[in-house]
């Protein structure tokens, strides 16, 4: 965790804050080793907060339809913090021209540089239970509260995000956070495919932030049937749950939460 000396405004007069801290971030550039032909395909280069990078290649990859299980990763090299070499098992059919990107994935973006729709709907290989699990408003509300007492690096910088996994009975499983959204929920899916937990039909899933169609996507790769967030969902992000079957919930407070798709899986409540 870096920190900077910073100046701040309040009430009127000026203090220095000399170790401030400061959210961490890194390019991560992901090659693909091709051992037939003995040279790197240059798959994308990442914004990320270092750490859990292995995590992060798994749920990357598979998001992206290049593997389908842990398993499909014959071996991971971290060359440098900021370049890593992935060797695909032998069974895995990559093609590189499937995924190739124009430039690079910041950390505000899961779809930048994806050339064509075809490339979002191949990654789609799970799919939720329906109807299931069924979920109490008192158990989601509770949920907001679990999440911040995890955010350890939110607690000291303010500017991270957070995806974390939890049970039917808001049991926390795993929580992971990255300066960007979309990493955070790749380093989730990731750590959960490495601890055999995986997919996710009878968990839910809470962000930090709010809903976005690529959000939404990732999700719906793991098969998750409930997506919870703090913010709310974009129009397509709701079109992309109906489409797959994910209860989409949004607002997430102590108090409150908003359903916008399948409620039947909140205490069973089939109308809105």
């Known amino acids: 965790m870096k920190s900077k000396t910073t100046l701040r405004w309040e009430n009127g007069q000026?203090?220095?804050?000399?170790?401030?801290?400061?959210t961490p971030e890194w390019p991560l550039s992901i090659g693909i080793y091709d051992a037939q032909q003995d040279e790197t395909i240059d798959l994308a280069i990442t914004m990320r907060s270092p750490g859990n990078d292995e995590a992060l290649i798994y749920g990357y990859l598979f998001t992206?339809?290049?593997?389908?299980?842990?398993?499909?990763?014959?071996?991971?090299?971290?060359?440098?913090?900021?370049?890593?070499?992935?060797t695909l098992a032998a069974q895995v059919d990559f093609q590189p021209a499937n995924y190739h990107?124009?430039?690079?994935?910041?950390?505000?973006?899961?779809?930048c540089g994806k050339t064509?729709?075809?490339?979002?709907?191949?990654?789609l290989y799970h799919f939720p239970i329906p109807g299931q699990p069924i979920v109490s408003p008192e158990v989601l509300t509770?949920?907001?509260?679990?999440?911040?007492?995890?955010?350890?690096?939110?607690?000291?910088?303010?500017?991270i995000h957070a995806a974390a996994l939890f049970d039917s009975y808001g049991q926390l499983l795993f929580l992971q956070e990255d300066v960007?959204?979309?990493?955070?929920?790749d380093k989730l899916i990731g750590n959960s495919m490495l601890q055999a937990q995986f997919p996710w039909r009878d968990k839910l899933v809470l962000l930090s932030g709010r809903i976005s169609y690529e959000l939404v996507q990732k999700a719906a790769t793991a098969g998750t049937p409930i997506l919870a967030a703090i913010g709310a969902p974009s129009s397509l992000a709701i079109q992309l749950a109906e489409?797959?079957?994910?209860t989409l919930i949004g607002f997430l407070r102590r108090d409150r939460l908003n359903v916008y798709t399948y409620p039947e899986r909140v205490m069973g409540h089939s109308t809105m």
């Open 243 to 246: 489409e797959t079957g994910m």
């Open 101 to 111: 990107r124009f430039g690079y994935t910041n950390s505000s973006c899961g779809l």
């Open 116 to 123: 064509d729709l075809e490339q979002l709907e191949r990654t």
């Open 142 to 159: 509770q949920l907001p509260q679990a999440l911040t007492q995890q955010q350890h690096l939110f607690s000291q910088t303010g500017g």
């Open 180 to 185: 960007g959204r979309h990493n955070a929920l």
């Open 14 to 22: 000026w203090r220095s804050l000399p170790d401030d801290a400061i």
């Open 64 to 86: 992206e339809g290049i593997i389908q299980r842990a398993s499909d990763i014959a071996a991971i090299k971290l060359i440098s913090p900021s370049e890593a070499l992935v």
